[in-house]
């Protein structure tokens, strides 16, 4: 018995004795009353380590570290007194690890058996300290989660609920315990919702879903919920683990976010997105189903005029009321939208026959027939529709979209208030537009554009005091293009920018000519398309190509018409001052059909109004016309502008203008538009008889 330091002590069951030190997990040291070791098992030695022999006949404090060796004694003196144990918690630092150890001290009956020695027991308690710590920690983590957290037994009963769960139910945790979660049950989900649940959760151990619940309040709300049991070695659950979060919320937004971006925020009605997206099923409907579709494009005609002249808000109003008044036509099933500014669409998803469709245009032009009344305005407003029929115009979204948008074109040009379907020839016209724009192209390096000039007398010296410059195509095959057919295609095209710098300079060059020649006070008047006069260099260009021609900027007036200024009436203010600046007369052409306000006519710095020939035409026939004729006459006076009357056909209409006081005129009674060298015919002819 090499360990023992005093043998006989253990005499009676040192066999047993010593089974147990050397088998037990334990590191465990008696000590006499002097307070040395006297007996050890290898593992206590261990700790320090040493070897069970080197260990005893040694004192505590020669083993623990200097100021535990202190309390260790203290503690002594208390088992001595007290005759009882007394545990502590003690750390030591082993091979430069921390270790937590529980010392136990406690009484023992020395040999003499009349004095107490002192036994010693360390268990190594590192490991249940990091677990109490980590389920300390895991402890709070669940009291501080934003998600709701409920423990149940196996039979599902509350055990204990986190609190989130309280917050997000409104149940207090004391309502709750002992109850079945099925307290929250909103009545949303079916039985076979809640078995299908727990089968899986029994088969797989886990289950997630979207529940509807209720609060305690009665609040019904969706909640993401997650489920999993706990089991144990041989996997019978001993409870279960839901954890959830309030889905209100995020529902909320993502409704607001499916709201944003399918639907327009003014009216509410579905937008461009969403049409199409209706439209594609629709047409994978009908392809099925074998019947037929129609989309609608509807545009409000003049709502851009009435949107600039009567400001946003009105503008954004009326749309508002459309979009009523249109939800009140057709079927529950049909979509009606608003794609953006004032376009709408109807799609009818299931027709009968292409004619029905046609109802429903009726329907919308006469739902608009009644005006709105709009703070102290009655507005009138009416709508152009184009309509295309699937499976016969289109058999996708883009095709059956971009023939109700060729249709609708049609329907403008045809003047308010109507409808037309796609068909054919609408295509192969658009054929025609293209091909025409691609000639165009070569038509400007052909050079297969000559200028026109046509003259403006004045009816107080019946003498030539200018020329309107009118551009013609002479295309090598088809003859003379009237500018009405190209110029709008030269619009879309932006080749109006080429074209008309070409125009320009063609101008002011033969003016220049003729200003030498014949009079130095000749005006040219060179018209100019919207996107010229949006141009941001047109101030630039044209001064450059009157220094080109040594023209003076008097020699020269602008021609906008009045619908172009009304489109952007702020930016058309703007260029207009920057002309007058520069000394540049700018005219409003067709007067009266663009729906100017007074109001915007008096800021408008502009010298000249022309009178519309449509007015002139039936000066003599219509007393409206005439009437209209004769204000604007005055009107021009008032605001000290020049008026010319264009499109002088007759001698009675010429006499008409002359009483009122007008005092230019252009028109076929006097000449027709004439190239360049018969115009200077007719100068020369007209300078000689005066
Ligand atoms: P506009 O500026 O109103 O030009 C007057 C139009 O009336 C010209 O048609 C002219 O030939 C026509 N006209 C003149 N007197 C009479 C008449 O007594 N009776 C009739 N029935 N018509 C008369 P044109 O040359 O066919 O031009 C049509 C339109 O094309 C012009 O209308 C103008 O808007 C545009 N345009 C013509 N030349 C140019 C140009 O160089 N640049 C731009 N941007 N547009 C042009
Ligand atoms: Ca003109
Ligand atoms: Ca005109």
Redesign the pocket.
Known sequence: MSLLDNSSVFNVDSALLDSVLNHTPLCIAFKNMSGKIIRVNQLFAHLFGLSESEVIGKFEAELFPLELGKELSKLDAKVTAEARFFEKEIVLSIKGVQRVFMLIKFPWLTEQQEEFGIGCILTDITHTKWLEKKYGLAQKVIENAAEAVVFTDAQGLIVDVNDAYQNITGYRRSELIGKNPNVLKSGRHDRQFYQAMWMQIKEQGAWSGEVWDRRKNGEIYPKWLMINAMTDDDGIPTGYVGIFNDLSEKKEAEEKLEELSFYDPLTHLPNRVLFYDRLSVGISIAKREKHQLAVLMIDLDRFKVINDSLGHNIGDELLELIAKRFLTLGRESDTVARLGGDEFAILLPELKSAEDASVVAQNVIDALLAPFSLEEHNINIGASIGISIFPCDGADVNGLVKRAELALYKAKEQGRNNYQYFSQELQDAVFDQLEMEDEMRHAIENEEFT??F?PKISLATNKITGM?????WIHPEKGLI???RF?PLAEESGL?IPL?EW?LQTACRETADWVKRYDDSLVVA????AK?FKADNLLETIQKTLHDYRLDPKNIEL?I?ESCVMEDVEGALQTMKDFRENHLKLAI??FGTGYSSLGYLKQFPMSTL?I??SFV?DLTTDSDDAAIVEVVILLAEKLGLEVVA????TEAQLEFLRLQGCQYV????LS??LPAEEFEQFLKKSYKCS
Request: a negative charge.
């Open positions: 200028l026109f046509q309107e410059a009118l551009v013609r009237p500018p009405d110029i109006i008309g125009i060179v018209n100019l398309s010229q021609e018409t052409d067709d022309k519309d020939r035409m264009e499109g002088v056909e252009q028109g076929y009674l027709r538009p």
